[in-house]
């Protein structure tokens, strides 16, 4: 492909672009050697999404300019735990699947405690991992159960008993 000489930024929306995203507009986004302009811009991704074409790289520049509205995709869920609660969540794991009480997919129930634990209800994850085995099961297959993973949150009222500051 031949590189053809970029035109001088010199709107102020055209500042705000790194050098990358400008040469990205001058010789892949739109016609290569023309000065692209925020109508150029917007009709290029009117055309690609019409056309089913996803540049991220123009979606960014677009969202960036204001042209595009950024998609939400819900909160941001935490999942780094201290190496410590790591220990711990990872022992009520294997003690529930040592249970055996229904089949556990070992992922996904780590993924949903920590998440409980870090996003929504911090868990007293001793007294759990060491609890008679009713309050035990009713914690654990009770996140499993009322956990919504695009929230990272505990619904349908549910209260673990080993809460923190749950006596």
Known sequence: MKKHKLPKRTAKW???????EW???CEDAVDPGVR??????RNN???QIKKGIECFECKHIAIKLGLEEPVNHGPKIYFDALPEDLELIANIVRRAYKLGLKKIDVESLMLDITATHLNDTPLDLKRLLDA???????????IMKHINRRMGKLGDDFVPRFAAGRA
């Open 14 to 20: 055209q500042k705000k672009l790194t050098a990358r």
């Open 132 to 142: 008679n085995l009713t309050d035990f099961v009713h914690d654990v297959f009770g």
């Open 45 to 47: 991704r009117e055309h």
């Open 36 to 41: 692209p302009t925020l109508q150029s811009i």
């Open 23 to 25: 040469r990205h507009l």
